[in-house]
């Protein structure tokens, strides 16, 4: 099938590191594509407004039971490439997330497999910048209290410079309200991508935190 997809904006993160929330926060840009594929009540979007993505984005309290299952109900990014999705959506940008542990770097050039899916099409990448307080605390609050897996985080990151674009999203500065504002534009510059409305994306944020930072121990 020919993809629409002209971009891949890929945020690389730990288990834990809020990868499902950056995603969501940087595909409400109009020039993304929508992170939809089927409800689980055969549910469709209306439209590709931006009242539609939050609508499908939001974290509602009473959907989330299970943080791992409920807060993950968004399709990945590479997922998009190979399925049905390209016939209604026309947006040139996809913003997705993936674990380190399922990056696999391609040994003939650019060319890159994540989950199996070969992908050509330009790619830039983000790592999750965390201070161990940050990062320990997120994981404390999924209940996530055995170590990642993953043994050499730069080791990935220098492997995926030298074919590609990195950059990085420091996430104790876009937590933090007073700062909130000055990272998100600057990620969303080097994404390519014209930010929502500042307040919006605040709301946004605190809708997030308030069930992953604020209240702890979200299994």
């Known amino acids: 099938m020919q993809t629409s997809v002209k971009q891949i904006k890929m945020i690389l993160y730990r288990l834990g590191e809020a990868g499902n929330f950056l995603s969501r926060l940087f595909a409400l840009s109009d020039q993304t594509q929508f992170l939809w594929i089927q409800g689980t009540c055969n549910c469709t979007p209306n439209n590709h407004s931006l009242a539609e993505k939050l609508k499908y984005y939001w974290y509602f309290p009473e959907k989330i039971n299970l943080w791992m299952r409920d807060a993950h109900l968004t399709p990945t990014g590479f997922h998009l490439c190979k399925t049905h999705y390209d016939y209604w959506e026309t947006n040139p940008i996809v913003v997705s997330c993936a674990h380190y542990e399922n990056i696999i770097i391609g040994s003939h050039g650019p060319r890159k497999t994540v989950n199996g899916v070969s992908i050509t099409i330009p790619q830039k990448y983000f790592f999750v910048r965390t201070t161990d307080d940050l990062y320990n605390m997120l994981r404390r609050n999924v209940g996530l209290d055995v170590p990642s897996k993953l043994e050499n985080v730069i080791k990935v990151q220098n492997e995926i410079a030298e074919i590609a674009e990195i950059d990085y999203i420091d996430l104790d500065m876009l ?19 014209a930010p ?19 209240k702890p121990q979200q299994k």
């Open 196 to 214: 929502i409305d500042t307040e919006l994306a605040l709301s946004f944020l605190v809708n997030w935190k308030q069930y992953r930072v604020d």
């Open 175 to 193: 937590i933090a309200e007073e700062t909130f504002e000055t990272e998100y534009h600057r990620v969303c510059t080097s994404m390519g991508l």
